[in-house]
């Protein structure tokens, strides 16, 4: 299947600095991307869809200007967690739908981010 | 909102097959069943997806009924390895639409 890479797999910040994590389609153009965020126990909870060249639409409760999304190419999304906070902490795991077959969204690795 | 109803756990002997179910009653023409697993830490996998006839792959088969209100997927030998969380979901495939997660079956192989 399609590779999507994340970088880093994980990171350790203070509260009040930014993060910023990578997602790249390796094998194959991403049109769409996607940003989900899931908590310890629970299931993945889609944050936004990225979209190459145009602005991210965000999901309900989502806040656009504190989850920074740039899509800037057809293989390259980033999320920047801006004035981060331990409450931000969380696993954060990107998609990228791949064109082929029935649209089958494939996943990156995921990045732990722990704000202390 | 999640349109599928999977039981929350089950147990299955290594070796054995791992029949999981799914329940999509309120399924649409257009919409296919697609399933995904997560092992702990990682983000989920791609197994298989279906519209209405059944499945299989490397990994898994797909079993659809016919009137297409419910599905099963079948790892025939589990492993160690198969333990996870494995999440049915129902979509249309097309355009910018995502996966929307519910809770998953997580999947416990015992040796």
Avoid at chain 1, 21 to 31: H, M, Y
Avoid at chain 2, 42 to 65: R, V
Wanted: glycine content about 6%; aromatic content about 8%; overall charge positive.
């Amino acid at each position: 299947g399609a590779v999507v890479s994340q970088h880093p797999s994980r990171v350790i910040c203070k509260s009040g600095t930014s993060v910023k994590i990578e997602c790249r389609s390796l094998d194959f153009q991403a049109t769409t991307m996607f940003w989900y965020r899931q908590f310890p126990k629970q299931s993945l909870m889609l944050m936004a869809t990225s979209n190459e060249g145009s602005k991210a639409t965000y999901e309900q409760g989502v806040e656009k200007d504190k989850f920074l999304i740039n899509h800037a190419s057809l293989t390259l999304s980033t999320l920047t967690v801006t004035s981060a906070h331990p409450e931000d902490s969380s696993f954060y795991i990107c998609s990228a739908r791949a064109p082929t077959g029935q649209e089958t969204q494939y996943f990156g690795p995921g990045t732990r981010l722990l704000v202390l | 909102d999640a349109k599928t109803t999977q039981p929350p756990s089950m147990d299955c002997a290594e070796g054995r097959a791992a029949n999981l179910p799914c329940n999509h009653s309120t399924i649409s023409g257009n919409e296919y069943v697609y399933w995904y697993r997560q092992i702990h830490s990682q983000g989920p996998q791609y197994i298989i997806h279906g519209l209405k006839n059944n499945e299989t792959n490397e990994m898994a088969s797909l079993i659809i009924t016919e009137d297409r209100k419910s599905s099963t997927l079948i790892l025939p030998h589990a492993t160690l390895r198969d333990t996870a969380v494995y999440y049915c979901i129902v979509r249309v495939p097309s355009g910018n639409t995502p996966l929307v997660f519910g809770k998953g079956t997580r999947l416990s192989v015992i040796a």
